[in-house]
């Protein structure tokens, strides 16, 4: 009865969808209010069914009803509770429901925040949501449906695919899902400017903190993730530029690219045309990302491998939305474009500038990602694009960017004195070389040129960043607005972000080795002794466990655990690796496979510094973004406009 109420709430949300994608724009052309805010109230009633329907699918994951053939597929009796309700987003079916869940929450949430809009812009931007909700409800109600029964009842389910048993299935593809799913908000604002002809100051306002809360999730998620890969995989990586990292990585440069140019929209009435671009390149992306995760046309670890099939209708309804988007933007951006010149050394120049090198990234990552699918519909023969290609391409572009984002906030609008430019950045500039060569002193005496540009270069931002903030508190003794310490903040994460890749990346030891009870071997001054391996109990599966007692000189530092899990319900191998970390250090142990009779086993061991400096850099990154729409001021202007 549970699934049936869940597909019955699904059935009754798409007829609402309909409505809410017609009855508004129907206002809007004939300036009847009445219809234009039904807009909201549908976005409510939106909401609540799709709550309905995934309330009814967590319910019957918690209950174990295998009745259900997503249930049956995707949990276990013996699956603890916790990875129970996150399993409900384990699968394909699940996700794409958390998905539109995400979409009818945004939805609502603009319905609910944007009441000071002029009633047609949020008739249109709740009306363009509206359409986009008819295309995955279509998708989940015609090929996808989570509450299909399965018959006969299994005894039991085929469990949850262990690599996703881990706190990270919990937190990470909610926050990415929301994310992608924000960059909707921004192309739905988007739309409404091209078919109202408000693009302006405005309209920039309206649009900047959706963008900004979209951008945020991103960035936590892809943090996130990238933390999970480094733990569960037991490979010791936080990145691989695989696929659908990838895919959520397009959005997020494209997504930044946006969030400069809004500013100088709102700013200087600038860039209007390029600004409308973004924000529908950059839902267009995540759209791409969702056809490449669920068609089955790539391989990957994150990838859900479904019917591709499937993908045919996401690429058919991709090809629509964003078709359509496209064409709207040719008719109409060309009357809406401003005729003004600026300086290319001024701020504005600088973001624009910026901005470019965002896109180009974007689209070589684009390029690598997509050209084995194009290689093999074009005969070329199975090609592979890895790692080698992504940072060769990848890298060069990010350096000049690094140096643009620490000189962007010392610029003047309209127009720049490169003396005054010269002055405010002479001592971030030397602050930031002394620091990077007194960071590259203390963590080695290997010097090399990667090193000290990527140390500087940190520095650079890092430094760079604070300086702006300082200087105005040092001119007005009060603390700059909440938006100028979010751009600080970000900029700052950026920073660290560098740091922590640089170090990782150039100093990072690797080793494997053979040891049996009570052997040791040396890493990078550390030293590993081997105790042995005994078996532990879990909850739904049998462990080998091993203990490496870390020290270094005579002192103890750590204990690791790292684990061979067989989970009884997949009938399946994961490796668990154990990390010690400091601010300044980790400490990663994998445990291998038994070799020999004598209780040796095969062991993975890495020395990776600063490796925490990766994932701080994104979560003050995120931080960045918080105070950027926590701003009063910046609240009440975008209340003002309406």
């Known amino acids: 009865m549970i699934a049936e109420i869940g597909h019955c709430a699904l059935l009754l949300a798409l007829g609402v969808s309909l409505l809410l994608a017609v009855v508004p724009l129907i206002g809007a052309w004939r ?49 603890p509770l916790a990875y129970r309700i996150s399993a409900v987003w384990g699968g394909h079916e699940g996700s794409l429901l958390l998905w539109i869940l995400m979409l009818a929450g945004w939805t609502a949430a603009v319905a609910a925040f944007n009441r000071r809009l002029p009633a047609e812009m949020s008739a249109i931007v709740l009306a ?35 690599l996703l048993q881990d706190p990270g299935l919990i937190v990470h593809p909610p926050l990415l899902y929301m994310g992608y799913v924000g960059f909707s908000v921004a192309f739905a604002f988007a739309l409404a400017a091209l078919i109202t002809g408000q693009l302006d100051a405005a309209w920039a306002r309206w649009t900047r903190p959706w963008t900004t809360a979209a951008w945020l999730f991103l960035t936590l998620g892809i943090t996130l993730g990238s933390w999970w890969a480094y733990h569960e995989l037991g490979w010791g990586g936080w990145w691989f530029w695989d696929p659908v990292e990838n895919a959520s990585f397009m959005p ?21 045309s390029w600004t409308v671009l973004l924000a529908i390149l950059a839902f267009a992306l995540s759209l791409l990302g969702t056809f490449l995760v669920r068609s089955g046309v790539l391989v990957s ?3 859900f491998a479904t019917d591709p099939a499937r993908g045919v209708f996401i690429l058919g309804f991709l090809a629509a939305v964003v078709g359509t988007a496209f064409a709207l933007y040719a008719w109409r951006a060309p009357r809406l474009a401003v005729s003004a010149s600026f300086s290319l050394g001024s701020r504005e120049g600088l973001l624009l500038i910026n901005n470019v090198f965002l896109v180009v990234a974007a689209a070589a990552v684009l390029l690598g990602t997509l050209w084995p699918l194009i290689a093999d519909a074009l005969s070329l023969g199975k090609l592979s694009v890895g790692p080698p290609y992504f940072n060769a391409v990848f890298v060069p572009l990010t350096l000049p960017l690094a140096v643009l984002v620490g000189m962007a906030s010392a610029v003047n609008w309209k127009r720049a004195r490169l003396a005054d430019v010269v002055r405010r950045l002479r001592t971030p500039a030397g602050i930031s070389l002394v620091l990077g060569l007194v960071v590259v002193t203390l963590m080695s005496v290997r010097w090399g040129m990667a090193v000290v540009a990527g140390a500087w270069l940190g520095s650079w931002t890092l430094v760079a960043a604070l300086s702006e903030p300082w200087r105005r508190w040092r001119q007005s003794g009060r603390l700059p607005p909440r938006a100028v310490l979010g751009m600080a903040t970000a900029h700052a994460g950026l920073g660290i972000f560098v740091l922590g890749v640089t170090f990782v990346s150039q100093f990072s030891i690797e080793r494997d080795v053979r040891l049996g009870p009570g052997q040791s071997t040396e890493l990078a001054g550390y030293r590993f002794t081997f105790d042995g391996v005994h078996e532990v109990p879990g909850p739904n599966y049998d462990a080998e466990r091993g203990t490496l007692r870390v020290a270094r000189g005579e002192r103890e530092l750590a204990v690791l655990h790292p684990e061979k899990r067989f989970y009884r319900g997949a009938r399946q191998v994961m490796t668990d690796a154990d ?37 701080w850099g994104g979560v003050i990154m995120a931080l960045g973004g918080v105070l950027a729409i926590s701003d009063r001021r910046y609240r009440l202007r975008a209340r003002s406009a309406g």
């Open 31 to 79: 300036h009847d209010l009445k219809a234009m805010r039904f807009a909201g109230t549908a976005a409510l009633v939106q909401l609540a069914l799709v709550v309905v329907a995934y309330a009814c699918l967590t319910t019957l994951f918690v209950q174990g009803d295998f009745s259900v053939t997503y249930v049956a597929q995707n949990s276990h009796s013996e699956l």
């Open 128 to 162: 363009v949501l509206g359409a986009i909700m008819i295309g995955f409800l279509l998708f989940t109600v015609l090929t996808s449906n989570p509450f299909d029964r399965l018959l006969p009842i299994p005894a039991d389910g085929k469990d949850l695919n262990p």
């Open 252 to 272: 997020w440069l494209v997504g930044t690219a946006l969030i400069h140019s809004l500013v100088v929209t709102e700013k200087r009435g600038l860039l209007k």
């Open 301 to 303: 670890v994150h990838a």
């Open 579 to 615: 990390v010690d970390h400091t601010p300044f250090r980790d400490l990663y142990a994998s445990l291998g496979e038994p070799v020999g009779d004598a209780g040796d086993w095969a062991l993975r061991l890495y020395y990776k510094p600063m490796m925490r400096l990766v994932w």
